[in-house]
């Protein structure tokens, strides 16, 4: 069986392979009378849109969104919100001879496996395209958010061994997207970028991670025992694709800490209660204590390279694959919004569920 | 609101806090004559319980597994099965003077905001005491994985900066159990072993990972684009109390690898398609190819530490707090069973849910 | 499968059987700090409890609802409410000569093709002991409801050919506990009386229905286009045990109606928008127009007669079967609280929707 | 919030609106490898259309359906089947003049009150049209039924006071499409088609019954305590736009008989256990025993009729409506289709839950 369905209250629905017309989702539960920014839209799909920069992915799209349903006069009107995003540029010539052979580190061999398909990697429902989608209902959701005073910012906080020295507190969100590679400390995004220009020449690929701060969240966010915060928001985060990890707060950085180092203090502060530091990343016992919430999700290396590599065909004969296909050469820069998009859908989840 | 069942197909259903009668579980979908191994299962308890070593929380619980349905003649009937563990050493007067104080990193102060009790921290339902339940589902769900010939096996893989060198394929399951810290790697045992006697003599606490190995399960389980194997494990797993980070296959530690490293080749072996390396940690694309799924879990310091902290109370007034109650120095040894246990239960409900 | 799970915001885990320690369940998504008012509670687990009058089960059970979490100091905490009433009175002996043979029209085949157990009928899960955990969550969903001056009323309104003539809006509900039949009409409440006096000397049974009318609903309640609001009331009361049919509105009795006889004029009153006829039964398209909702829940005849009747044995043998154990010669009179609780816990669970 | 999927395993989701784009659906959990029968598909379409009688509505569309994903070569993949149908007859105007008043039974009132918009009655998510979508998804998990032996055949029961007076062994469904009020039973068909012909002329409506026979569904659908088999129909019929009331077995109709008439005897048969009679319409204890199911849904008369009624606009001011607009004057046999497809819906959905 497949899910293509994420969330309970906000649930958005996804659909579509490479081939054929194109990809879409339903977003359902989205309340009615919200006024749809869709220049926002535009520019959050364009944020996601590969060819934005030399490192990603050289297939062009316009992703432009068709919506099918649910919005009347520019206004949510609480039915479901259906769209749809052509597809203009499949080129399934490039794929075309890989098409019995497993491609390495794939979901060629496990599609496979599961469904039985030729068209195996289920005509690119694993493949980054599929995130467009996301990136749609993450735009509603955030419109939402926003409405509620609540503001996501992710950004790229590590490529290879060159990571950012900054502290969360001191992240200057308005660097982020000045930057190609979408890291907000300028010094480490200029040796980021060095770093990718050699990687691509290598035709080689490399991971990183994506850091996500929420401001604005009320204490009291979380539904414990199982559906904690964090626990929904590492599902939304290890569901988006090359995806291979994630923590908060101090995370796994902060290992050798002992608990009287990595406990938050308590404080009074403007008769408001926060605590003095923010190690818990904002989530105590599962639930928002109102601080910035933050966490880091993993991206490994792009298994599309270049280079060329051993591997077996639908026989299991042994043979060679050298990927000349358009493809990234990291996703970390391209997955800041997806990891965004997911944070948004993730919180409206919540936040459309009663206390 | 909360959510305290667990699971779509295979689904744990928990309650109880620290204070009355008990806590429980309610296992729904479980498949009717499965032989029940009691054994098993008061082993699988023990593993969890406290007190189990000189590093765990003093409190004593025999944690005894009353069946109050769902069981007849030895064996599984379909019906739901519900239990409970009594609860035998409330000793509520240790918790007396912090009762009106927020703790430190605990879920005091968030339960309070979000239900607004004076019984903070929700009796308990965000302590360790809480996993006892997820042990039981957990035991059953093993029961049925090990007639598939699926098996799980958990240990303590790093505490503080102490961590295994030995690789994955080279554990050796055996010598878990052996250790009081649940190191498989004796020298590395030894280190945290004594590691944890100076926490303790400082009255500090420390954090680590879980490592989990799962052997036998077959290619295609998981449920794309959205309940990616990775995606419901990790939801499981940073569902656990104090679970702050996970990752899989190569992980945080593979960071500066390229995909020219990381990538796993497909070779064919005895007619079956395997992967030379593992870095994919068994999932490509979130469904299962048939290789060891491995993955980590970061657990913090334990937040429960006697060192004196500051702190407010339930008005907002600066005061100070040492907690003298029993609790653990480090919850990773403890939290073995339990991340086995998650992963169970997370394994038979994809199991249970058709192809 | 089975699924013993009830409601997505207001969730009813339900377990236990006739043999072994009891019957049980667990509320999970209360609002906490809801008083709990244990007399009402006591009262309307009486109401359902056999043997309160002659034409009903003789088994006699206190009933007494025993619980393990979610209530401290008499209010609701917002964790989940576990509960347990143990089997008193299980008279094994009574069901001995029935254990291999299927009695008609229950559901010891079917469980027995479904789950393979010798102990089938699921140790009674298809009884009505059942029910009785119905009841406790439903009196909690009506302490929420009465807070929201929401008020569920049911009665009898047929038994055999014996059915209330005067309309909805003349029912006077402070009749319906007075009758033994639970009839609000007198003179037919007799009727029926003298008609089940008859049915038990023949040692036959009967069926009927319940009449449910809820008031205070606001405008709004229901989900379209799927969980309208009759779909979900449908769901429910058709998940009670030996329930046949459900109508709502003008219902069947309407169908030589035409559209001009049966629409409902909308009419201003008080500047608020009411209905001058209630054919609608309160609900248009699938949402509450706040008008009184108003539905029938039809019941079959008790399938235990004491009446010999042929059967088969589980080899297929032909045998007859004479069922002496204790029976309801009618569920409908008992069967009124059992719609009343699963109408409180659908429209809860609707109303802790967010809009 | 609104709820526009249906089902656990095998899932639909529905979007769309009168206005706009079109209608349409995503079909999730559908199993990879089958055939795709268009013809089959399109018969199925033609089956539900408007204006395939002089009795329905006189809008026509083509109801073309055009999939989006899903379908590749001719066989499903496993991905989401997600599909539209546009628009082609829009024609607004006839709605232009009741856009501020509420419709008599209709759902203007309820989804204005619900969602706050001038777009009241959802743009038409409560018609008639919503349910071609269904039929769509109806007819893949046809197929799916078709593969294992499983056959449904819906039609008119009851229109008005007129009804069929054959037993439900008598039924001959290949006379069902023969009619033009999808009534089996000649005589009764007739009387029908002129009762219709009155009704039309006096610009009025009429409700009544559609009967669903389900045969080759072996022993042991349904989950119980909540997800009975009846339970599931139940709510699926009552999600239907029109349906008032769902009975299965003997039924509404049985109401007079006595235990001892009603029970289905068991007997043996070719070394199957059978039941001698079927008046529990294939179901006990919420499980499937292997003989037919059959079950009743009511329909009411269309609230759109064309003499003139009174009602009150969006401010209550009182003001006469008379609807010129296309419709039904009966939508019992155009509900047959629909009523055949959230039955096929259903049952896959159970069958693709491991028992």
Chains 1, 2, 3, 4 share one sequence.
Request: hydrophobic share 35%; glycine share 10%.
């Amino acid at each position: 069986m497949n899910m293509n369905t994420f969330g309970r209250n906000f649930r958005l629905t996804s659909f579509g392979e490479s081939h054929g017309v194109g990809i879409g989702g339903v977003i359902d539960g989205c309340p009615s009378g919200l006024d749809v920014n869709f220049d926002f839209l535009k520019n959050e799909m364009q944020r996601r849109r590969p060819a934005q920069s030399l490192f990603t992915s050289e297939r062009t799209e316009s992703d432009e969104v068709m919506f099918l349903s649910g919005i009347f006069e520019g206004k949510t009107t609480g039915n479901p919100i259906a769209f749809i995003i052509k597809n203009e540029n499949a080129q399934s010539a490039d794929y075309e001879n890989i098409k019995t052979v497993f491609r390495p580190s794939h979901a060629d061999f496990t599609y496979y496996k599961k469904f039985g398909n030729v068209d195996f990697n289920g005509g690119g429902r694993s493949s980054a395209r599929e995130t467009a989608v996301r990136v749609v209902a993450g735009t509603f959701a955030k419109m939402i958010l926003r409405n509620k005073g609540i503001s996501i910012n992710a950004f790229t906080s590590q490529i290879g061994d060159f990571k950012i020295s900054v502290s969360i507190e001191e992240i200057d969100f308005s660097q982020i997207e000045k930057s190609p590679v979408r890291c907000p400390q300028e010094d480490v995004a200029e040796k980021m970028f060095v770093f990718l220009q050699e990687i691509k020449e290598n035709g080689d690929s490399i991971g990183g991670t994506v850091t996500c701060i929420v401001s604005g969240l009320s204490a009291g966010i979380g539904e414990p025992i199982f559906d904690k915060l964090q626990a929904r928001l590492a599902y939304a985060m290890m569901s988006i694709p090359a995806a291979h990890g994630f923590d908060y707060g101090a995370g796994f950085e902060g290992i050798s800490q002992k608990g009287s180092q990595q406990n938050d203090i308590f404080i009074s502060k403007n008769n408001k209660i926060i605590t003095a530091t923010n190690n818990s990343g904002g989530i105590q016992g599962g639930i928002s204590n109102s601080m910035p919430i933050y966490f880091r999700v993993l991206f490994k290396p792009t298994s599309s390279i270049s280079i060329a590599q051993q591997t077996v065909d639908i026989e299991g004969n042994t043979t060679e694959i050298k990927i000349n296909g358009r493809h990234d050469i990291c996703v970390v820069p391209r997955a800041v919004p997806i990891v965004e998009a997911m944070t948004a859908i993730s919180l409206v989840d919540f936040l459309l569920a009663k206390n």
